[in-house]
């Protein structure tokens, strides 16, 4: 579930640093908010584990995840498995993708046009966001995995502005992925 915060102005934030700390607190309260009302909607009655990773419900023990970016928060539920979920707005500067990223996907990204390279690094960025996040991965160890073996099936969704979920087997894994490229979400389950 995804939902959009509401902007808003918050006087007597006059520094960078405290209007991004009160963004985050916006955030951090959006996804909790958007957590209960899953819950509701799925008439759960729980509370949330936030005691350790990944996060649980107390009573269910359903596994919980959360993302945000900008103005926007996403959840997702699963009670069978950790999964992750990513949602992000913003691009990916192509220095960092080069500081984190596997050689084998450098070597293909670097191939393409500004553009795709740009959204691809992207999608690769949010996959591997939601593979740190089930697995407890430090930021240094997820995004140094190599996830070549996707980037084609992804180049392909490159174009795809569709709300229709786009499924993708991770063959290193027990996982699928899926892509919500209009919303900019992408799930691990």
């Keep these: 579930m ?3 915060i509401a902007s808003t102005h918050h006087d007597g934030q006059d520094n960078t640093h405290s209007a991004f700390n009160y963004e985050r607190q916006q955030q951090r309260k959006g996804v909790r908010d958007l957590l209960q009302h ?9 509370d949330l584990d936030e005691t350790q990773f990944p996060y649980r ?14 103005d926007r928060v996403a959840v997702v539920v699963s009670s069978h498995r950790p999964v992750g979920i990513d949602i992000e707005v913003q691009s990916v500067k192509w220095s960092i993708v080069q ?3 596997h050689t084998d996907e450098l ?3 670097d191939k393409l046009n500004t553009i795709k390279r740009a959204h691809l690094s992207r999608l690769l960025w949010q996959v591997k966001e939601c593979f740190i ?5 430090t930021l240094a160890q997820g995004m140094g995995i190599n996830y070549a073996q996707l980037i084609d099936e992804l180049l392909i969704n490159t174009d795809n ?5 786009i499924r ?11 892509l919500l490229p209009k919303l900019r979400i992408i799930i691990t389950l």
């Excluded at 899953?38 to 729980?46: F, S």
């Excluded at 993708?168 to 899926?178: A, M």
């Design 133 to 137: 996040k089930v697995h407890n991965y």
């Design 107 to 109: 070597a293909v990204l």
């Design 168 to 178: 993708i087997k991770d063959t290193q894994s027990i996982y699928r992925i899926v």
């Design 99 to 101: 500081r984190y990223y």
């Design 38 to 46: 899953l819950l509701q909607k799925l008439a759960i009655y729980d």
């Design 161 to 165: 502005e569709d709300i229709t979920p």
């Design 57 to 70: 419900l107390i009573h269910h023990r359903y596994y919980v995840c959360f993302s945000h970016s900008v």
């Design 2 to 4: 995804s939902a959009q």
